[in-house]
């Protein structure tokens, strides 16, 4: 994608753990499985406690309940995991079903498996455990529901403060001063550029939930750069370095734009010299790597502490909309070396 092709591809709704879309959670986040251990593990140890006489009692009686709960638990998280992309235009009502339906019925499977073991009895009281099954399912399936909500105010607030991080009014003044410097001398790329400015503000107003490709999002750096490098000019310089297999992976729509104008305006902007950013996106694994790096300050020795400030507010609105978007299944992380300032963004590698 050239600096002046405008974005046309459709964009495809992202599935995040915390915002998932229907009823049923992500049973593939490492987040959600995490909680759905946790709070079931926990509810067994609670209700065993309950009526134990000794410590020795409790141990024997939870690993007793952990060879049929444990399976279960993660033989339903991997069942919701294949199912949900396809059940999640069903009625909440049928989702809601089938997701209680999944670990009753596993847990009678496992019970029938056991029973010519002599692990378990056969008789009535062994219906309790497939109900028991059946109501947790219930109740983990509103936790994430309410989950889902309680989050949806936070991921609305974190885009508009990021909008108002990035749109920043001296951005839009000088990108138009500057077209005006060079619409007589060069009419065709005026118009070029002002395509990309475009494009720059409706991807802006693009809902964060939205996910684009590593592709379409590079070409988004490139027209923002492109808008700079009128201002700048050589004083901009930027190496790219993307993997073609990390190309069709998909990010949260304007996740490495923000980055990008980040390390012009706290690096670039603050120097005299032809300084170079550094833009690596890589596939190692399942997992997706960004790394962008800028110049620091020439005078490091007299810090501006509204710009510090200002720089990791950017950098916390991204945060924050990783944690929304993945749970703890992305991470951002930055470090300041002899020479630059490094951002890292770790998630999972997923194509759209």
Not at 125 to 151: I, K, N, Q, T
Not at 300 to 324: C, F, H, S, Y
Not at 336 to 350: D, I, K, M, S
Request: with cysteine; charged share 20%.
């Amino acid at each position: 994608m050239t600096p002046t092709d405008p974005i046309t591809h459709k964009i495809a709704s992202a599935n995040p753990a915390a915002l998932q879309q229907g009823v049923l959670p992500d049973g593939c986040n490492v987040g959600v499985i995490l909680r759905v251990l946790l709070m079931i593990n926990a509810t067994v140890a609670l209700a065993l406690a309950v009526r134990i006489d000794s410590w020795q009692q409790f141990s024997n009686d939870f690993a007793a309940v952990a060879v049929i709960v444990e399976p279960v638990v993660l033989a339903s998280l991997l069942c919701v995991c294949t199912l949900r992309p396809l059940v999640q235009r069903w009625p909440s009502v049928w989702q809601t079903l089938l997701g209680c339906a999944i670990p009753a019925l596993l847990t009678w499977l496992l019970l029938q498996a056991f029973i010519p073991m002599g692990v378990v009895a056969t008789g009535k009281g062994l219906w309790l455990p497939v109900v028991l099954a059946a109501l947790m399912a219930l109740l983990l399936l509103h936790y994430f529901e309410l989950r889902a909500r309680a989050y949806s105010p936070a991921l609305d607030e974190a885009r508009m403060q990021a909008l108002q991080a990035r749109i920043r009014p001296h951005f839009l003044f000088n990108s138009l001063n500057a077209v005006l410097g060079v619409v007589r001398e060069d009419p065709r790329r005026a118009e070029a550029i002002l395509e990309d400015l475009s494009d720059l503000f409706r991807a802006l107003l693009r809902d964060a939930r939205q996910q684009v490709s590593v592709n379409q999002e590079v070409g988004l750096c490139r027209q923002y750069l492109a808008i700079e490098q009128l201002r700048l000019g050589d004083r901009l310089q930027v190496r790219w370095d993307v993997d073609v297999a990390a190309e069709p992976a998909g990010i949260p729509a304007l996740l490495l734009q923000p980055l990008v104008e980040n390390a012009v305006h706290h690096g670039v902007e603050q120097r005299s010299q032809p300084s170079k950013i550094e833009v690596a996106v890589h596939k190692r694994g399942d997992r997706l790597l960004i790394r962008v790096a800028n110049p620091l300050p020439e005078s490091e020795a007299n810090p501006v502490a509204k710009r510090e400030r200002g720089n990791q507010m950017a950098l916390d609105n991204i945060r924050q909309r990783l944690t929304v978007l993945y749970d703890i299944e992305a991470q951002l992380e930055s470090n300041r070396t002899a020479t630059q300032f490094v951002v890292e963004v770790n998630l999972p590698y997923r194509t759209i």
